[in-house]
C-alpha cells in the first residue's frame, strides 16, 4: 500500500475505496452494542418504522466510512489524528446486502504554524451505496505528516 | 426509563448519561475491525505516535457517544432517526480506562412542515472524561415523534 505524505496530495486529487459489503449480522451486532434502537436489531420492528426496513446505525456507517478511509487508491496519507468533522448527512439508510463505496476528495491544506513536521487537510467525503445514492457525506479534517528532510523520491515511500 | 415526546423537551433542557467505562480491549477490537492505525492497536506503536499512547478511533468515540443517547436521565426522547452533526471535533483522546458522560442540552427545535407526527430537534452534546475534559463534542439534529391525539399525559408515557 502506497501511504503519502502531505506534500504530495493536491488540492482536487480524488482518492476511493471499496466496495464494504454490509451484512444483516454486522447492522444487528453492531446496533445490539451502541444502537440498540429497534429498527436497527429487529426485522419486525424494523419494518414498522420511518424506514421500512432494517437499517445500519449512522455510527456504524461511519465506522465503515473510517475503515475505508485508510485503504483508498491510487494512495492514502500518513494520518498522525483525525481532527474533526462537519456536515455530515445520512441522506439514504445502509440496509442489509448493501455495497459501500468511498470518494475523498481534497478540498484544502495548509502546513502547520506551530509543528513543521504535519499539516492539516480538509476533505470532502462520500459514502455511495451500489446504486450510487448518497449514504453518509461530511466533511473531514485530518492532521497529516510533512514529508521528512531527505526523503525527496515518491518511490521511496511505497510500503507493505 | 421515560421515553417522551417532541411536545416535552423544551428548549435549554439538559439530559445526561453516563459514564460508560473504555476499556483497552474494547478499544482494540473496535479499531482491528473499523480503524487499524497502529496508535488505535498497538501499545508500542501508540507510545510513539503523536498520543504517546493507546487511544480509541472516533469512530469508536462517536459510538459510544451514540450508545448514551438512548439513554440520557432525566428523560430520553422517542427517536425516529438521526438526521445529520454538525461541527464535530475529537479534542481529547479517550485512553484505557477513561469513563464518559454525556451531556445533551436542547438548542432548538421546529414542527415538521410535511409530517404533522414528527418535529426536528438540535442538540448540543458533549462527551467529557472522567477530569471533565471534553472528549467529543457536536451539534446533532434528529426527527422525533410528536404525541399522538388523545395522549396528554406524561405519566402515560412512561414504560418498561
Redesign the interface.
Known amino acids: 500500500m502506497t501511504r503519502l505524505y502531505f506534500e504530495d496530495a493536491e488540492v482536487g486529487h480524488l482518492r476511493t475505496a471499496g466496495p464494504y459489503l454490509v451484512s444483516k449480522d454486522e447492522i444487528i451486532q453492531?446496533a445490539q452494542?451502541?444502537?440498540?434502537?429497534p429498527f436497527h436489531i429487529d426485522e419486525e420492528a424494523a419494518a414498522r418504522?420511518?424506514?421500512a426496513g432494517l437499517t445500519a446505525?449512522?455510527?456504524?456507517t461511519?465506522?465503515?466510512?473510517?475503515?475505508l478511509l485508510?485503504k483508498t487508491q491510487p494512495y492514502s496519507l500518513r494520518?498522525?489524528?483525525?481532527?474533526?468533522?462537519?456536515?455530515?448527512?445520512?441522506p439514504t439508510p445502509v440496509r442489509p446486502g448493501d455495497e459501500l463505496s468511498l470518494e475523498v476528495t481534497v478540498l484544502e491544506k495548509r502546513e502547520s504554524k506551530s509543528s513543521p513536521d504535519r499539516g492539516v487537510m480538509r476533505n470532502q467525503i462520500y459514502l455511495r451505496n451500489q446504486k450510487r445514492e448518497i449514504a453518509l457525506q461530511?466533511v473531514g479534517s485530518v492532521?497529516v505528516a510533512r514529508r521528512p528532510a531527505g526523503l525527496e523520491e515518491k518511490n521511496s515511500e511505497i510500503e507493505k
Chains 1, 2 share one sequence.
Open positions: 453492531f452494542k451502541y444502537d440498540p434502537q418504522s420511518v424506514f446505525s449512522g455510527a456504524h461511519f465506522a465503515i466510512l473510517i475503515s485508510s494520518v498522525l489524528a483525525g481532527l474533526g468533522w462537519d456536515e455530515l448527512r445520512l461530511c492532521l
